[in-house]
């Protein structure tokens, strides 16, 4: 098993432009998480999904954040436009959740995208 | 709603003595607790969760964590520190009548050989 995938790894922009990151979860895990890190807020959720459906966006920060996840192999975070304090690390993580409320299942983090806005 | 505290942002222990990482946590129900590590330009990796039964749960390389209702406490301990434990610790807690698991802000883990 390859374990979560993200691309691209690094990514560096200039403000204004928009980026796209992307996310292959685990083969046969449901759920599906954002989270971006930063040293001054730490790890913070963005949004989840189950079963392809947004269950949780709560965290997404302001209307320039917006994430899909057309199938169960594959999704995208977008942000448009972006912004220097938009500089941050962003994980995709799996898990095998069926989405209930009484689920146990632990989360498998991809490498992260560490992105820069210039 | 949940919460949880890791209240020291760094522990400092030398090679082969014992370790402690400290987290506290507040539930409206009743709590499914984990820990997870991050080493340096890592994702986090799973150690170990407590979801019933045994209060000492027992975990990756030799790590394990004491859950402690009474004082609302998920401690991780290794009996003898390795330079390699030297890494990012999350501790992180659910509700088990809720969707989200919350993290904690983490603490650092320095092993000085």
């Known amino acids: 098993d390859a374990g979560v995938i993200q691309s691209p790894r690094h990514e560096v922009t200039e403000m204004g432009q928009e980026v796209t990151l992307r996310c292959k979860p685990i083969?046969?895990?449901?759920?599906l998480f954002w989270y971006r890190q930063t040293m001054m807020r730490g790890l913070e959720l963005l949004i989840y999904f189950n079963n392809n459906v947004p269950i949780d966006d709560s965290g997404m920060p302001e209307d320039r954040f917006s994430a899909k996840m057309p199938n169960a192999s594959f999704s995208t975070l977008k942000i448009q436009p972006s912004e220097p304090r938009d500089s941050a690390v962003y994980f995709c993580?799996?898990?095998?959740?069926?989405?209930?409320?009484?689920?146990?299942?632990?989360?498998?983090f991809g490498p992260g995208t560490r992105l820069t806005v210039l | 709603a949940q919460s949880v505290a890791q209240p020291e942002d760094q522990v400092n222990v030398a090679e082969g003595n014992p370790l402690t990482v400290k987290c506290t946590y507040s539930?409206?129900?009743?709590?499914?607790l984990f820990w997870y590590v991050q080493y340096p330009n890592r994702g986090l990796q799973f150690l170990l969760k407590?979801?019933?039964?045994?209060?000492l749960v027992k975990g990756s390389y030799g790590f394990e964590a004491e859950f402690n209702k009474s004082q609302t406490s998920f401690h991780l301990k290794k009996p003898s520190a390795l330079v390699s434990d030297s890494a990012l610790y999350f501790c992180a807690v659910r509700d088990s009548g809720g969707f989200k698991t919350i993290f904690g802000a983490g603490t650092r883990l320095f092993v000085k050989a």
């Open positions: 539930v409206s129900g009743n709590p499914y």
């Open positions: 083969s046969g895990h449901n759920s």
């Open positions: 993580a799996s898990s095998p959740d069926s989405g209930t409320r009484f689920s146990t299942d632990t989360q498998y």
């Open positions: 407590y979801i019933t039964g045994d209060n």
